[in-house]
């Protein structure tokens, strides 16, 4: 996160702006729009009001710090470096299309570099299967004092932006800074090439429009987002990841790395170049549109720029009859639904939450992956790539253009985003006298939300056995590092306060909503809102709130004065783990850090046993490892005298599960062996593993008799954990809990409200909200099964998009107070998604203890009245 600058910092920043650090490049060939103001009115934010004391002389040194490599020497542009080159691979996937293969980018990066002093090439990380992650910076050079003074502005317009809206330097010699994102699916490829040729025209071209362009523009190329996928023509990355569906979870490093790009380069303008959709797909979007945009501000742009990549591809000449290309299409222009921008889960959408105002989904034209990949001849596959490759060029030079001819009017909407959230100022709604020259709007378009003045995050005491603040400890110190993370300020109390009519311990956490990336904060934390009667169909998630769904306390404020308060911004959270100095210990397993720890000690073996409710008791002679899981897992060992009943053992777990499944089962330290139809087919050792779980890829009538009979000791002698349609049918197959699945809308998703178990040794003490993706519940229950949670009655949907199916079944109002969790004899099932895309953390303890329990749990009692009924009734 960057630092928050302080007035003193401020003042001294916009005097050195006007000085002699800065770039004297040509005169500007850009617009001039005036940026709106308004003043600050009432109450400043936390940050500003505690920042008053900053010391000038401590501002003025932070100020004219220069900007250093790790070796301490100042750095401007370019920034080069030799790369080394990797190993040869014929089986990359991109030579069958004539496309560059990951392996000869080293090599044309050092080729570029060698071309001039424009371009720069650094590592900016590497991807879940180790490949080096390549950010090209094409810029005019820099000396290391311009460079300074460039980070100095951006930093200004981020932290101080009713100052840099006022700054003529800024608007003089600030350069506007545009991404280009390439290749975040591996198997659509042709973004890279295109990169590197628009880089290559860039690094040599003479003429005085480009060196405009680079005197007053920063261009950055994500070369390949995912070099496992590109290698291996897949759309996922080696861990299975979808990397555009991850930016709210952040699970995976390639996303980790773009985030950073956005918080440190702060695009105004970004590309994410996608296939295959024919005509050419230039966002902006159809509706649902984000609420928590600045959406003025983000379609007058992204619709302008959209205009002048259509022509230019249009423009390249090609046609359905002669190539099989069609024109160009703007969802936002040209489709009613189905192409929407409300989840900030792509890159597009949650680049505008950074203050990017141009930002686009490219889809290029024509098909070269998959079953066209297999089947079609290697000319025609080679030229659909040309075709693509020249069309994502298109696209990128008509984003340079609208960058070079819009650049003051670009800077100052960014500007304006992040003064909007730092005043805590109204959204502006869209209509046609809001962002004129854009046709069609109307009421359809129009979502806009209400802001809290602040969210408080109650911190847990460790130590505090058995408290609910003690239960949320490790999550709330999880959402507090991912909210810094994302660049979202967070304070911490350092004494009890009072807000918003209620009492908050010491530790607890303020996000102070006057803050520039309000926006961000809020789509993360919020419950979010229920579409379902707005479009009909959603493109994907459209329900995620990390409020919800992460396991820790998050309160609204919606008002009320935040001067006063006895808070300290944090760098990152405060740790929680604890381990007491005397007794037995008891570790809760509430939260997938305690679930690791626990495995880590079982590993390790240590002998644990099983509390009453549900805790993990570890001996006191185990207190040294104990204390290292502690320290590794950030989770909190309590005295206690209990000295447990069951033993809990060592659990290998047999998965035929999604990838977000499996990585959140390895992220809980469960050795995992992957399984299938296939894999039993072929014979398989079940004395390696302990329980079996399964939400796909596993069907028991595929199964030949040798296979069946061998599962079936099994799950008698063992057990099943089963989630979703496919684990319930394994379930019905093999005739283990007597529960009838019913099928929900297989589109439906979002967050719902649950009620669970008391007694559950599954569900006990777990959030009472949830998440559904192709919901499932469960029906004439047969004696022996227990409700250990259930859907909400009334309609359980607090956020997504969850309608009946055509036929008028499967919707909300069939689900409410029905079973999403059972469990029995040797097996539990889930309608729910707790490990869905790693994202829902406050759940993922569910599964973990499901699969804990079902191998040592022979039989399981029935409860009063459980056939069929509601866990409201069974509290």
Same mark, same amino acid.
């Given at each position: ?35 709106? @103001? ?14 008053? =004391? ?156 480009? %060196? ?34 991850? /930016? ?10 773009? @985030? ?6 702060? !695009? ?11 005509? =050419? ?65 792509? =890159? ?34 080679? @030229? ?111 004494? =009890? ?50 409020? %919800? ?74 207190? !040294? ?11 909190? /060992? ?24 499996? /990585? ?70 093999? &005739? ?33 909200? &949830? ?40 919707? !909300? ?22 490990? /869905? ?17 079902? !191998? ?20």
């Amino acid at each position: 996160m960057r630092p928050v600058l302080r007035p003193a910092l401020l003042a001294a920043l916009a005097v050195t702006t006007a000085g002699s650090l800065l770039l004297t490049p040509h005169t500007a060939t850009a617009d001039h729009k005036p940026v709106t @103001r308004e003043e600050m009115d009432g109450e400043r934010s936390v940050f500003g009001e505690r920042a008053a =004391t900053a010391s000038v002389g401590a501002a003025t040194r932070a100020l004219t710090a220069p900007v250093t490599d790790l070796t301490g020497t100042a750095r401007g542009y370019p920034r080069e470096q030799t790369l080394s080159p990797d190993p040869e691979n014929p089986g990359d996937k991109s030579i069958k299309l004539g496309l560059i293969p990951y392996h000869a980018i080293a090599p044309k990066l050092n080729a570029l570099q060698q071309l001039g002093d424009r371009v720069s090439v650094e590592v900016v990380g590497r991807s879940a299967g180790g490949h080096r992650l390549y950010l090209v910076t094409v810029t005019a050079p820099e000396s290391a004092a311009q460079t300074h003074a460039q980070e100095s502005m951006r930093e200004l317009i981020e932290n101080a932006p009713a100052v840099a809206a006022n700054s003529q330097t800024v608007k003089r010699s600030y350069k506007a800074p545009v991404f280009v994102n390439n290749n975040i699916h591996g198997n659509e490829w042709e973004g890279t090439d295109a990169s590197l040729k628009i880089v290559e025209r860039l690094a040599t071209a003479t003429d005085a429009r480009t %060196r405009d362009l680079l005197a007053h523009s920063r261009l950055y190329f994500n070369i390949t987002a995912n070099p496992d996928g590109r290698i291996a023509g897949t759309r996922a990355n080696a861990n299975g990841f979808d990397l555009n569906r991850d /930016f709210v979870t952040s699970s995976q490093p390639e996303g980790r790395v773009m @985030r950073q790009i956005e918080i440190d380069k702060q !695009p105004a303008v970004m590309l994410d170049l996608h296939g295959y959709v024919n005509g =050419t797909l230039i966002e902006p979007t159809t509706p649902p549109h984000g609420e928590n945009y600045e959406y003025d501000l983000f379609l007058k742009n992204t619709y302008a720029n959209a205009l002048g990549m259509e022509a230019a591809v249009n423009g390249l000449g090609y046609t359905p009859a002669k190539d099989g290309v069609e024109a160009a299409q703007i969802p936002f222009r040209d489709q009613e639904e189905g192409w929407d921008d409300w989840p900030p889960i792509f =890159t597009p959408q949650y680049a505008a939450f950074h203050g990017t105002v141009a930002a686009h989904t490219i889809e290029i034209p024509l098909t070269v992956n998959n079953r066209a990949y297999d089947t079609l001849p290697v000319d025609e596959l080679r @030229r659909r790539s040309a075709i693509n490759t020249a069309v994502a060029g298109a696209t990128i030079s008509a984003t340079l253009n609208y960058v070079q001819d819009h650049r003051t009017s670009l800077v100052a909407d960014q500007i304006e985003v992040f003064r909007r959230g730092a005043a805590g100022a109204a959204q502006v709604p869209v209509s046609a006298e809001t962002v004129p020259g854009v046709p069609g709007i109307g009421p359809e378009d129009v979502y806009t939300t209400t802001f809290p003045r602040a969210y408080v995050i109650p911190a847990g005491t460790s130590g505090a056995s058995g408290t609910s603040a003690q239960r949320s400890a490790p999550a709330a110190a999880r959402l507090v590092d991912h909210l810094l993370a994302n660049d979202i300020r967070v304070t911490r109390a350092t004494h =009890t306060f009072r807000l918003g009519g209620r009492t908050y311990a010491k530790g607890s956490y303020v996000v102070d909503m006057r803050q520039p990336k309000r926006g961000l904060a809020n789509v993360l934390l919020a419950d979010g809102r229920d579409i379902s009667d707005k479009v009909s169909v959603m493109y994907d998630i459209s329900g995620w709130s990390l409020g %919800r769904l992460w396991g820790a306390s998050v309160q609204p404020v919606v008002s009320g004065s935040l001067l006063g308060l006895p808070v300290r911004a944090v760098q990152a959270a405060a740790r929680v783990g604890y381990v007491a100095p005397y007794g037995n210990l008891r570790l809760r397993l509430d939260d997938p850090r305690e679930i690791a720890a626990l495995n880590s000690l079982l590993r390790g073996g240590v002998s644990v046993r099983r509390a009453a409710d549900g805790s993990a008791i570890v001996p006191a002679s185990a207190r !040294p490892k104990a204390v290292a899981a502690a320290r590794a897992y950030d989770v909190a /060992f309590d005295a206690t005298k209990t000295t447990g009943t069951a033993p809990v053992h060592r659990t290998r777990v047999a998965a035929a599960v999604t990838p977000g499944e499996l /990585f959140a089962l390895r992220e809980m330290n469960f050795e995992v062996i992957p399984v299938s139809t296939g894999i039993l087919n072929a014979g398989f050792d079940w004395s390696t593993v302990d329980v079996l779980f399964v939400s796909q890829g596993l069907a028991y009538e595929g199964l030949g008799t040798d296979a069946r009979t061998a599962l079936d000791a099994f799950l008698a002698s063992r057990g099943l954990v089963g989630r979703g349609a496919a684990g319930a049918a394994l379930n019905s197959a093999a &005739g283990l809990l007597a529960a009838k699945p019913v099928e929900g809308n297989g589109d439906a998703n979002g967050v719902v409200r649950v009620v669970n178990s008391g007694s559950s040794p599954v569900t006990g003490g777990a959030p009472d909200h &949830g998440f559904v993706y192709a919901p499932v519940w469960f029906t004439d229950l047969g004696p022996d099964v227990r409700v250990d949670q259930s859907y909400g009655t009334g309609n359980p949907l607090v956020s997504g998009h969850w309608r009946p199916s055509a036929d008028g079944s499967g919707g !909300p109002d069939a689900a409410a107070g029905q079973a999403s969790v059972v469990s029995g004899p040797h097996a539990v099932l889930f309608g729910t998604e707790p490990l /869905f895309r790693d994202h829902p953390k406050g759940e993922f303890a569910q599964v973990a203890r499901a699969l804990l329990a079902v !191998p040592a749990t022979p039989t399981v009692p029935a409860v009063p009245g459980a056939g069929g009924t509601s866990s409201e009734e069974n509290g």
